[in-house]
């Protein structure tokens, strides 16, 4: 058995010891914790053994699953792979210890089940990612959608059905639409090599001769999936809602994960399977990408709900990434695979941390707050660097990756650079007005202060404070650190993370750019 089914096997193992024990939260939280450790454990000597100048997929294994049909249980990673795993095995057990920090699950939910869900996802997340042959990562992609629909539709806010059902519905199409192109690729390598087969490497060397005609209809099915996945404009009305609806740890998955599996497919299927048709459309996706760089930074400024607002700024930041990505230049396109990583630490950050604001004031209203850095320090503190690092300021993780996808870009589109450049400037606006909302002036808004302060409160007794509100604990900033550490660690050296992945992205751009 190869290191990455085991890695795949345990949180799907712990998912169903945790099951089990839904009568005992306490019990149930400490063996789901425990499993995801053991889980972010495993992953250092995964990434110890990668060799970026090896092969391009390694650690592979394949077992035959439908051999009619020439489908396999292939498993293998790249160097975009790596990274994609381990940010998903390092973000499980940072939402699992805050959950009693940032949610409050509805009444009749148990904690146990709610945690079985999670680990079910990161079982399926990593096997996404992990996935060589075309019609398993397809049934991957189609199954994830399923316990992040309980996620959503069972544990999340008033709203929840709803933005469970659209997100679901949004991301199921989207799949049967990848699954007819899927299909008509399969059929190609059926013509030219007398049988058919769904295994990544043939498909890559068949479909990209085909005619450009094909390929841009092959490309289409492809691209539709992933681009409401990421999500790019005008795909993305699924993720404010159900980023707004779902609980605190769930959002941190769903933007900080999840999402990544769409701009993870454009770089291992779309640009590869097919070059000529990834040319030939990259301008359509290009403008996609600048307007959702500038839709989702206004419409991030004009939020008044928290949660809707890291929605909104994500949107932002996929136009980043996918701006880098079809620049077809090396710079941009290792910028937009390492802002896949580096978007989920700090966005990942920044929700947890205005989920803990919303857990400690009872509201994820803006307009709730006012001031609170003078009662929660430690946790203004927090938002601040998370916040930083959201809108790329140099030292922090996120300014290498921006930076190499607007350089990169200026070389190749300039006017598509230019227009993103723009996006950096609304980031610095939106990111310190939230901050300045929440954090500075006077103690004020409803969540903070009200009728019935008094002495014991965390505001002074005149401030009336409504109820006490404390600062980070010890145990929170200790989960805390590891992203604070990697957010600053990685503004500063990047080069573990860009070694990683340049071999990766050079494999991916040398067919488009032989075109």
Do not use: C
């Not at 900033?477 to 080069?495: C, D, K, Q, T």
């Amino acid at each position: 058995m190869s290191w990455l089914v085991a890695l795949i096997l345990l949180p799907l193992l712990g998912a169903l010891v945790v099951a089990g024990l839904r009568e005992n939260d306490r019990v149930a939280t400490l063996v789901a914790l425990a499993v995801s450790v053991v889980e972010l454990a495993l992953v250092v000597p995964l990434w110890i053994a990668y060799d970026p100048g090896g092969e391009r997929l390694q650690v592979l294994t394949s077992v035959d699953w439908i051999p009619a049909f020439g489908v396999h249980l292939s498993f293998g990673i790249d160097g975009i792979a790596l990274l994609m795993v381990a940010v998903t095995a390092l973000l499980v057990p940072v939402v699992i210890a805050l959950l009693h920090s940032t949610d409050r699950l509805p009444d009749e939910r148990r904690v146990g089940s709610f945690l079985a869900l999670i680990l079910l996802q990161e079982a399926l997340t990593i096997a996404v990612f992990a996935a060589t042959d075309v019609f398993l990562f397809y049934v991957l992609f189609e199954i994830m959608l399923v316990p992040m629909y309980f996620l959503i539709g069972f544990y999340g806010g008033p709203r929840r059905q709803y933005a469970a059902v659209k997100f679901f519905l949004y991301s199921f199409l989207g799949g049967l639409i990848m699954l007819a192109s899927a299909i008509g690729a399969y059929s190609l390598a059926a013509d030219e090599l007398g049988g058919g087969t769904f295994d990544w490497a043939t498909l890559v060397a068949v479909v990209s001769d085909a005619p450009t005609s094909t390929q841009i209809w092959l490309f289409l099915g492809f691209f539709l999936a992933f681009a409401i996945k990421a999500p790019l404009v005008p795909f993305h009305t699924w993720l404010p809602d159900a980023a707004g609806q779902a609980p605190v740890a769930v959002t941190v998955l769903l933007v900080g994960v999840l999402d990544k599996v769409g701009t993870f497919g454009f770089l291992r299927y779309s640009l590869p399977m097919f070059p000529d048709a990834s040319a030939e459309l990259a301008p359509l996706v290009l403008v996609l990408g600048v307007a959702g760089i500038i839709y989702g930074s206004i419409l991030a400024a004009g939020q008044q709900d928290m949660k809707r607002f890291v929605a909104y700024v994500s949107i932002a930041h996929f136009g980043f990434i996918a701006l880098g990505i079809f620049a077809f230049t090396p710079q941009a396109t290792v910028g937009s695979a390492t802002y896949m990583l580096n978007h989920s630490l700090a966005t990942g950050m920044l929700i947890l941390v205005v989920g803990i604001i919303a857990a400690r004031g009872g509201s994820s209203r803006i307009s709730d707050y006012g001031g609170m850095v003078k009662v929660t320090p430690i946790l203004g503190g927090m938002l601040l660097l998370a916040g930083m690092s959201t809108l790329s300021l140099p030292g922090t993780n996120s300014f290498v990756s921006e930076f190499l996808v607007l350089i990169g870009a200026f070389d190749s589109r300039p006017v598509y650079a230019i227009i993103a450049t723009v996006g950096m400037v609304l980031a610095a606006a939106y990111v310190l007005w939230l901050y300045q909302r929440i954090m500075t002036g006077p103690v004020r808004g409803d969540a903070l202060v009200g009728a019935g302060g008094g002495p014991g409160t965390a505001m002074a007794p005149e401030a009336g404070a409504k109820k006490a509100v404390r600062d980070l604990s010890g145990k929170e900033i200790a989960v805390l650190a590891p992203l604070v550490v990697l957010i600053v660690g990685l503004g500063f050296y990047p080069e573990p993370v860009l070694d990683t992945v340049s071999p990766s992205v050079d494999a991916t751009l040398t067919a488009v750019q032989e075109r």
